[in-house]
């Protein structure tokens, strides 16, 4: 069961693009048609079109934040060290993220973390420190997780579709097959464009 988290939206504030990294940003890790995390910075690789999408969703004036549950980490098959460098290298290949929240909780236990996908808790919490507007962002991710994050926070939703071994629990605002077509969603809509810089 998802814990209960109280609702920071900040009306009026800006609007992000809150993007999952494994899957959506960055080439996952193949294994019986299921997505693992690179396991280092020399397995990281970004997909094609991601880095111009996100300078194109920038320059549109949205604040981007990266959310990611690494559970490896609480399960002690990755270390944070690693995961902080992966992280450090995808700042350094895409200026345009203001920020990057991870959850290292397993998933494992009987209270899960608030912060651990499909719970709003990291959104919740970038809402507060870059006084977002989660009614006027998006959530872009490949895993149900994430859209049901992205709902759950009171944000559009963006899936795109790899074809994993994995049923959607929560139906997406949009289905895509590439991030630049989820880049080409979000800039094309006109009902919630960010405020003008």
């Known amino acids: 069961m998802t814990p209960p988290v109280i609702n920071p939206v900040l009306k009026e504030g800006r609007c992000a693009i809150f993007l999952d990294r494994d899957g959506t940003l960055n080439i996952p890790i193949i294994r019986n048609k299921r997505p693992f995390p690179p396991t280092s910075v020399a397995e990281f690789q970004l997909l094609p079109g991601v880095r111009e999408g996100c300078k194109a969703l920038a320059d549109a004036g949205y ?92 944000c559009r939703t963006i899936f795109l579709d790899w074809g994993y071994h994995e049923e959607l629990k929560q139906k997406p605002n949009f289905m895509v097959r590439s991030f630049p077509e989820a880049v080409h969603i979000v800039t094309s809509d006109h009902k919630n464009k960010p405020n003008p810089k």
């Open 63 to 154: 604040v981007l934040v990266v959310v990611t549950n690494q559970p490896d980490v609480g399960r002690g098959s990755q270390t944070k060290l690693t995961v902080e460098e992966i992280n450090c290298k995808l700042q350094q290949l895409i200026p345009q993220i203001a920020h990057v929240e991870v959850c290292y909780d397993s998933g494992q236990g009987e209270s899960p973390s608030e912060f651990r996908k499909p719970a709003p808790g990291m959104l919740f919490r970038a809402a507060r420190r870059f006084n977002l507007d989660l009614t006027r962002s998006w959530m872009i991710g490949d895993r149900w997780r994430d859209i049901d994050c992205g709902v759950a926070a009171g």
